[in-house]
Structures are given as structure tokens and as C-alpha cells.
């Protein structure tokens, strides 16, 4: 039984396999071309290989298990993200178009799908290009002797350290007061920090001059921005056991599924809109599956690897831990009874503790010390969530290594490096749609549009420079792209497989790469992809509404300090909630109404007057040949 629904005018909207082959010949079309294979595939990589896979991927294997959560990581890899990679790049080297573009040709009404990952693309990289800010802000902060989160500055008379920074750490205090100057809430706006503006500044004026050119400087950019990192760092074994050592208890635990899932779309970048417009670039007759098949094993790869050297840092850091507690310890002990020093190691302290606290007196002495617990899977598993992972874990282990600002500049090289080759398809993922949707004049340089998007998106990322920006990039990450992303996954899968028509894609495929999908990608497509993306979505959204919305502070007068304080959300934030995740997945449907009742009320064809399709442009431009030949 095949499954397709009702598409009139389906043909007339997209080019015929002859005219994309006389596209091929002619170069008909606006559209550029990539120089070469490895270009496109490194711009790919860049795109999908970013600073989620530093800091999102292994703070959910440190929540869920270390290794247990690579298990469902892995095994959607293959059921939800490859497929969907496959789909992405198919049909934008098929259709030749962006994201908007290719959801409007196969049905008008599907134009809120791609404008939906415009939206998406647009906020994510609002607070995407806000993290490069603070790695430049890092990096410039690198060129000096000591570091200087490397100890705690002096107070105004002084005399000591700084009371908040003496009561947590050097690296906490040029995190949260340095850095972020943060405010204690989220409703206290606070000023403006200036240091931050001018790293905004200089990240988007970077960001633009390398996409100001189009694809081909883009290209040739990402030789160095993909293949620079994970040359710097080292750290210790300790970490790497702890992240190999899997719970596995959390394979029975839901939301252990749902996060795996959706760290899949954030590693391939998936339903963003930026891959879609990356494939219309390519030669009609360029291997997607394969493309799709390398980039997958190379990203999944990546993320490992990432967790792998990420956890050596964590445990370089666990370790120096364990190892100041056990010294302070070992000293109370060893002044509290007397005992000469060395006699009290950490290889003898168990048996030594329990010999001590044997007698009557002993244990009287005991009950007098404040001995702490030093554990250290407890240390490793004390992790850093999020954006602090780099400015906090990072910051202090590279204070502990040899010729500390050498390290530091190459790890935020790296790190700057990671995040601009990934904002290069954010920044695609909004200008190509906004041309295929012709808000602009039709004589607008690229140049121009480009330039628009990099200055809006600066101008409302100023609210991430505010002294409660930390706590509104953190609501951003959490509701932007997640159930957006969800949504619009599921509706392009439906689209291809039910709207546009299995067998057609099969047909295409084959005519593209020279020969039909297997039963392996036939079935995901049709059933297993689009079942997982919906089952995660109900899961997600049933977890998000029972949950208390809360959110981490740096808050110094918490009887906790340093501990980071858990505050609920007040109730107004729910509105901007609403605007984040609810509005990008309403344009779906809302476009699709609008669609209709410029059908149903104005009497407006929507099929013939929106479509400006390739192939007129093909057969304009095969006419004009014509004539040229009969002149002649």
C-alpha cells in the first residue's frame, strides 16, 4: 500500500531530472557552486561539529551515566539523525534550492517549515555568536602572566583577597564577576558591560567579513576552522574511566532517551535549514548518501572524541581536588594527634583514620575535627553544565599546565574556531530563506542581506551583555532549539515520505547518484524516523510541562555559596517561553493558513504566482539559446 497525499501541480513546481541536466551543462540559475568536494564537506563538518559537542555532549554523558548515555546517543545516531542527514542533503541537491525554497516547491503550504528554521536559525545564533564573544573576551585576557583567573585580586585596602572570590575560586570569581559582572536574578536587568559589547562587536564584524563573500571564502575558511581542533588539550586517565564506566540503570530511564535524542539534532545541525541550503550548491549528480554516511560517522566520532579529551580535563581538575582535600585532611590529622609528618599518606589514610579513631580518646578527637569527604568519583561527577563547562573546568586545569597562557590562547582558538564554522550555516540558514521568500528587493546584494541579519542579530543580543545575560543565553539555549527542532524534523520527514512522494525521491535519488535507496533508508524514512522524532517530542514536552521551570544563580549571599542557587522562574518569563519555542513551531501551521485563505478569500493562485521555478528559468534561458542559433 502506497501512501501519498493529494500534491496538484506538484510537477510544475519543480524541475524535470532534463532540465536539471541542462541546468548542469548551461550553469543556469544565480545560485554559486562549491570549488571542490572537500570544500563542501569540511563547510559540513564546520557546520555540524561545534561548541555543543565541548560542552552539551559530555555534560549529558556526566548527567546520565558517562557511558550509558552513549548507548541511545549511538543507536539514534543511526535511526534518527543519519536518515534526516540524508533527507537534508537529497533534497537540496535535488530542488537547487534554500530552505524556504524547497518546502514551498514540493507544497505551498509547507512554506511555514522552512520559515520555521529561519526563526530557529536566526535565535540560536543570536546566542550562539554571544559564546564566541566570551571566548574572544577569554582569548585576549590569555596574553598575560599569570592568568588572570589564576588567583583571586586583592581588596581595596590591600590587605587580603577579595571576600567573594577568597569564599569560591579565582576561576569562579572571573567567570561570574569579571566576566559576566552577573546579577543575582534574572529580573535585575543590570547595565550594559561594556567589555562584553565590544566582543559582540567584534565577533559579528568577523562573522560577516568571512560570509561577506559567499560560499566560496565561507569554503576556504573552514580548511583551518575544521580542522584546528582537538590538537591542544591533554589531561589524565581518571576522567576517560569515569566517562567509559557506564550506569546502567539510566538505559531504563526516559528522559535518558529523550536528552539522547535530542543531542542528535544539535550535533548534525539538523532542521536548521543551513545543510538544505549547503546541498542546493552541489552537482545534481553529487553522492548525498555518501556525503551523508561520512559526515555521520566523522560527527559521531567527534563527539566522542570530544567527551574523551573533555573528561581528561575533568578529571585532571577531580583529581587536583582529591587531592587538596586529602592534604587538608591529613594535616588536621596529623596536628590533632601529634603524629609525625609523613607518617599519614593518602595510600595508608583509611587504615590510619580507622586505627585512630579505635580508642576512646580518639574517637573524642574525631569528634571535634571537621574532616571532609574526599571521593573522588564524587569529584568527577561534580560537573559544570553548560557554557561554564569551557570558562570554569577549562580555565582552571590549563592554570595548573606548564606555560599556563600558551595553552589558554590555543584552547580558545580552538574553541573560537568551532563556533564560527558553525554560525557560517546559521547565518546561511537565515539569508538564503530570506531570498527565496523575495522580502527584499530582487537587485539586493547578498552582500547587503547579509549584512542586515549580522546587525538585527547583534542589536537584540545586546540583552546577553546585560548583567542578567548569562541567565536569558541559558533560557534561549533551553527552549530556542528544542522543540522547534522537534517539529520541524517530524513535518520534513512527513513532507518527503507522504507530500512529495517516497517512489518520486527514490526515482530522484537514483537519477542523482545511480541508484535506488535501500530497504535500510526506505524503512526509516517511511516509519522509524519519523515515529522516534514523534515519541521523543511527547515525551519532551510532557517532561518540560510537569517540570518546575527553574534556573542556576551566582548569588554571594546564599548560605550555599559557592554552591550555584536554584530559582524558579517568575511567571513572565513563561511568555517569552512561549515566544522561543512556541512561535517558530506555530509558523507550521500558521503559514499553511495563510496559504489558504489567500486561496480561498483574495482568489489568488498560490501554486503559479509564488513559484518562480528553476525550470522556466531553464526553459527561458533554452529559448533564448534558440533564437541566438536561428539568427546565426
Known amino acids: 500500500m502506497r501512501l501519498v497525499l493529494p500534491n496538484p501541480g506538484l510537477d510544475d513546481r519543480i524541475p524535470s531530472h532534463a532540465e536539471l541536466e541542462m541546468m548542469e551543462e548551461e550553469e543556469a540559475g544565480d545560485r554559486p557552486k562549491w570549488d571542490n568536494k572537500a570544500q563542501y564537506l569540511l563547510t559540513c563538518v564546520g557546520f555540524c561539529v561545534g561548541l555543543g559537542n565541548v560542552w552539551r555532549f559530555p555534560y549529558l554523558c556526566q548527567s546520565h551515566g558517562g557511558g550509558a548515555f552513549m548507548i541511545p546517543f549511538l ?9 534526516l542527514l540524508h533527507l537534508e542533503f537529497a533534497i537540496g541537491q535535488r530542488l537547487r534550492k534554500g530552505s524556504v525554497g524547497v518546502w514551498m516547491a514540493i507544497n505551498p503550504y509547507l512554506a511555514g517549515v522552512g520559515i520555521a528554521s529561519m526563526a530557529v536559525s536566526f535565535l540560536v545564533g543570536m546566542y550562539y555568536n554571544t559564546i564566541i564573544a566570551w571566548v574572544m573576551w577569554y582569548f585576549f585576557n590569555s596574553f598575560q602572566s599569570p592568568l588572570p583567573w589564576s588567583q583571586c585580586p586583592l581588596n581595596a585596602n590591600l590587605t587580603a583577597p577579595v571576600s567573594e572570590c577568597r569564599r569560591s575560586s579565582p576561576v569562579d570569581y572571573f567567570w561570574y564577576r569579571q566576566t559576566l559582572n552577573t546579577s543575582v536574578v534574572i529580573e535585575e536587568a543590570g547595565d550594559l558591560q561594556w567589555w562584553i559589547v565590544l566582543c559582540l562587536v567584534a565577533a559579528w564584524m568577523v562573522l560577516y567579513i568571512c560570509c561577506i563573500r559567499g560560499i566560496e571564502t565561507t569554503g576556504k575558511a573552514v580548511y583551518i576552522t575544521s580542522t584546528l581542533p582537538g590538537l591542544t588539550l591533554k589531561g589524565s586517565v581518571d576522567g576517560i574511566k569515569f566517562l567509559f564506566t557506564p550506569e546502567i540503570e539510566e538505559l531504563m530511564n526516559p528522559e535518558t532517551w529523550l536528552n539522547a535524542g535530542a543531542q542528535v539534532f544539535y550535533s548534525f545541525s539538523l532542521a536548521f535549514g543551513g545543510l538544505i541550503s549547503f546541498s542546493s550548491y552541489n552537482s545534481i549528480h553529487n553522492n548525498c548518501e555518501q556525503d551523508a554516511v561520512i559526515i555521520s560517522i566523522i560527527n559521531g ?6 567527551a574523551t579529551v573533555i573528561y581528561s580535563i575533568i578529571g585532571f581538575r577531580a583529581t587536583e581536588q582529591f587531592d587538596d582535600c586529602m592534604d587538608q585532611n591529613i594535616l588536621m590529622l596529623l ?4 603524629v609525625a609528618e609523613g607518617e599519614i599518606t593518602q595510600s595508608n589514610y583509611d587504615e590510619m583514620v580507622q586505627m585512630l579513631n579505635s580508642t576512646a580518646s580518639g574517637s573524642e578527637i574525631f569528634q571535634g575535627l571537621d574532616l571532609k569527604s574526599c571521593n573522588l568519583r564524587t569529584f568527577l561527577s561534580d560537573g559544570v553544565e553548560g557554557t561554564g563547562l569551557a570558562f570554569i573546568v577549562f580555565t582552571e586545569a590549563i592554570t595548573k599546565m606548564p606555560v599556563s597562557p600558551l595553552w589558554s590562547v590555543l584552547f580558545f582558538i580552538m574553541l573560537f574556531c568551532l563556533g564560527l564554522s558553525t554560525m557560517f550555516g546559521s547565518v546561511e540558514g537565515v539569508v538564503v530563506p530570506l531570498l527565496d521568500l523575495k522580502i527584499f528587493p530582487k537587485n539586493c546584494p547578498k552582500e547587503v542581506l547579509t549584512g542586515i541579519v549580522c546587525l538585527s542579530s547583534f542589536l537584540t543580543a545586546l540583552i546577553f551583555a546585560l548583567q542578567s545575560g548569562n541567565y536569558w543565553l541559558a533560557l534561549f539555549d533551553s527552549y530556542a532549539g528544542s522543540i522547534p527542532l522537534l517539529i520541524i524534523a517530524f513535518c520534513e520527514m512527513i513532507a518527503v515520505a507522504y507530500i512529495y512522494g517516497m517512489d518520486r525521491f527514490n526515482k530522484d535519488i537514483e537519477f542523482m547518484i545511480g541508484h535506488k535507496p535501500n530497504i535500510f533508508w526506505q524503512v526509516m524514512w517511511r516509519v522509524v524516523s519519523p515515529l522516534v522524532v514523534f515519541v521523543i517530542f511527547i515525551f519532551y ?23 550555584l542557587e536554584s530559582v524558579d522562574y517568575p511567571d513572565w518569563v513563561y511568555i517569552i517561553i512561549f515566544l522561543l519555542a512556541g512561535v517558530p513551531s506555530l509558523l507550521i501551521p500558521g503559514m499553511a493558513l495563510v496559504k489558504l485563505f489567500q486561496r480561498c478569500c483574495c482568489r489568488k493562485s498560490v501554486d503559479i504566482s509564488e513559484i518562480n521555478t528553476v525550470s522556466a528559468r531553464v526553459s527561458m534561458s533554452d529559448s533564448r539559446m534558440d533564437e541566438k542559433r536561428e539568427k546565426i
Open 541 to 563: 514536552f510532557v517532561t518540560k510541562v510537569n517540570a518546575t521551570l527553574t534556573y542556576i544563580t551566582w548569588n554571594p549571599s546564599s548560605p550555599k555559596f559557592p554552591v
Open 335 to 338: 596536628n590533632a594527634f601529634n
Open 301 to 306: 566520532c567527534t563527539s566522542v572524541y570530544a
Open 75 to 83: 543507536i539514534l545516531l543511526v535511526v534518527e539523525g543519519i536518515p
